[in-house]
């Protein structure tokens, strides 16, 4: 297969992260005997730093005829501590959302057997979780009309959904659940908003075409409550945007790291892959930035274009890494590392085409040796 795909690496560790994953594609290219063409753009602090504006003209153009789009990270201090900043690097990844019409974000979350014990959450509550959560992803408050009054001491957010937003999502998320343990959760507050009211109305009505799928509610408050007691009941979610974006957050405890979290934003003709974490500037440049959920994202590309064997590759050289602790210090603290070396052994591990045994001992003297 050929495909094209931009290349976004943002701010802070955005570039470090991505370059691990366009790494890992190429090894999967190279193995598959695919074609996979790179070509970077700048997005975020970078671009405001350099055009003025966080999307520039030349980086929407290229994702727009691009066959996917691979995303590090947005975000700088300098706008982040100043809220009179009228230009901010989030604005570029909300338009990109818009223009490439990606209104649905997929993220899945996992509790790996060998990082029980680093979560912070007990492990018998964890341990077995696997879930994925649908976030609406260009709709909602993010996106609604915003004001503030002249004197600066009134604001306001408008929060506002249509049925036809709501059900374009809700089909992709009915035939996620059916593809799994049938179970989808709408998460809502439909006690307080008309538009949660909206949303239980119409998946409501919705879930009638998928009788094969038991579907229940949680308020968001109670849904937050559930995901750290017992996140094993929970199959498939289905939520709005602001929602959405706060539980999969709170879900990265589950697996010990929110660097081990990937996501998918699509569309009906485009689509992005991303980490959920943020730019994490304390981090830039110090090879300390866990690059695997941008490499599990990269798996997701791949699962898009019905590379599903290629992406198993993917995820199962990430379990390998797991397994051996060859991970970056925010779950290994003893004998960790670096981004760049991570990445080197998950390559190593995707281009060995005869499952060579990897050797422990040269492993622990922080090598990344296959024999």
Same mark, same amino acid.
């Given at each position: 297969?050929?495909?094209?795909?931009?290349?976004?690496?943002?701010?802070?560790?955005?570039?470090?992260?991505?370059?691990?994953?366009?790494?890992?594609?190429?090894?999967?290219?190279?193995?598959?005997?695919?074609?996979?063409?790179?070509?970077?753009?700048?997005?975020?602090?970078?671009?405001? +730093?350099?055009?003025?504006?966080?999307?520039?003209?030349?980086?929407?153009?290229?994702?727009?005829?691009?066959?996917?789009?691979?995303?590090?990270? &947005?975000? +700088?201090?300098?706008?982040?501590?100043?809220?009179?900043?009228?230009?901010?690097?989030?604005?570029?990844?909300?338009?990109?959302?818009?223009?490439?019409?990606?209104?649905?974000?997929?993220?899945?979350?996992?509790?790996?057997?060998?990082?029980?014990?680093?979560?912070?959450?007990?492990?018998?509550?964890?341990?077995?979780?696997?879930?994925?959560?649908?976030?609406?992803? @260009?709709?909602?408050?993010?996106?609604?009309?915003?004001?503030?009054?002249?004197?600066?001491?009134?604001?306001?957010?408008?929060?506002?959904?249509?049925?036809?937003?709501?059900?374009?999502?809700?089909?992709?998320?009915?035939?996620?659940?059916?593809?799994?343990?049938?179970?989808?959760?709408?998460?809502?507050?439909?006690?307080?908003?008309?538009?949660?009211?909206?949303?239980?109305?119409?998946?409501?009505?919705?879930?009638?075409?998928?009788?094969?799928?038991?579907?229940?509610?949680?308020?968001?408050?109670?849904?937050?409550?559930?995901?750290?007691?017992?996140?094993?009941?929970?199959?498939?979610?289905?939520?709005?945007?602001?929602?959405?974006?706060?539980? !999969?957050?709170?879900? !990265?405890?589950?697996?010990?790291?929110?660097?081990?979290?990937?996501?998918?934003?699509?569309?009906?003709?485009?689509?992005?892959?991303?980490? #959920?974490?943020?730019?994490?500037?304390?981090? @830039?440049?110090?090879? #300390?930035?866990?690059?695997?959920?941008?490499?599990?994202?990269?798996?997701?590309?791949?699962?898009?274009?019905?590379?599903?064997?290629?992406?198993?590759?993917?995820?199962?050289?990430?379990?390998?890494?797991?397994?051996?602790?060859?991970?970056?210090? +925010?779950?290994?603290?003893?004998?960790?590392?670096?981004?760049?070396?991570?990445?080197?052994?998950?390559?190593?591990?995707?281009? +060995?085409?005869?499952?060579? &045994?990897?050797?422990?001992?040269?492993?622990?003297?922080?090598?990344? @040796?296959?024999?």
């Amino acid at each position: 297969m050929k495909l094209n795909i931009a290349v976004l690496p943002g701010d802070g560790i955005g570039p470090e992260i991505t370059q691990q994953s366009v790494k890992v594609l190429k090894a999967v290219a190279d193995r598959f005997e695919h074609e996979f063409h790179f070509e970077e753009a700048a997005v975020g602090a970078a671009a405001i +730093d350099f055009w003025g504006n966080p999307l520039p003209d030349a980086t929407l153009e290229l994702c727009k005829n691009s066959d996917a789009v691979l995303f590090g990270a &947005i975000g +700088d201090p300098k706008y982040d501590n100043d809220p009179s900043a009228k230009v901010r690097p989030e604005q570029g990844l909300l338009k990109l959302r818009k223009e490439l019409g990606l209104f649905a974000n997929i993220r899945p979350v996992k509790a790996y057997d060998k990082l029980v014990d680093r979560s912070p959450l007990k492990a018998e509550n964890i341990s077995g979780a696997d879930m994925v959560i649908y976030r609406e992803l @260009t709709g909602g408050i993010y996106f609604g009309e915003k004001s503030t009054s002249e004197d600066g001491k009134t604001a306001s957010d408008l929060c506002s959904y249509s049925v036809e937003e709501i059900e374009r999502i809700a089909h992709l998320a009915f035939k996620a659940a059916q593809s799994r343990n049938k179970k989808l959760t709408l998460v809502d507050k439909a006690n307080v908003l008309e538009t949660s009211r909206l949303w239980r109305k119409t998946v409501t009505e919705l879930g009638k075409q998928y009788d094969d799928v038991q579907l229940d509610f949680l308020f968001v408050d109670n849904a937050a409550m559930q995901m750290i007691l017992n996140p094993k009941q929970f199959d498939v979610i289905l939520t709005e945007n602001m929602f959405g974006d706060i539980l !999969s957050d709170e879900a !990265s405890v589950i697996g010990g790291s929110i660097g081990l979290l990937e996501s998918a934003s699509v569309g009906e003709k485009s689509a992005l892959f991303e980490p #959920i974490h943020g730019s994490y500037p304390q981090a @830039t440049g110090k090879g #300390i930035a866990n690059p695997v959920a941008s490499i599990l994202s990269a798996a997701m590309l791949l699962d898009h274009f019905g590379l599903e064997k290629e992406a198993a590759v993917v995820r199962k050289a990430v379990e390998v890494s797991i397994q051996f602790n060859v991970c970056t210090p +925010d779950i290994n603290t003893d004998n960790h590392y670096t981004t760049e070396k991570v990445g080197d052994f998950l390559e190593s591990v995707i281009s +060995d085409t005869e499952n060579h &045994i990897i050797n422990n001992d040269n492993l622990n003297f922080g090598q990344m @040796t296959i024999i």
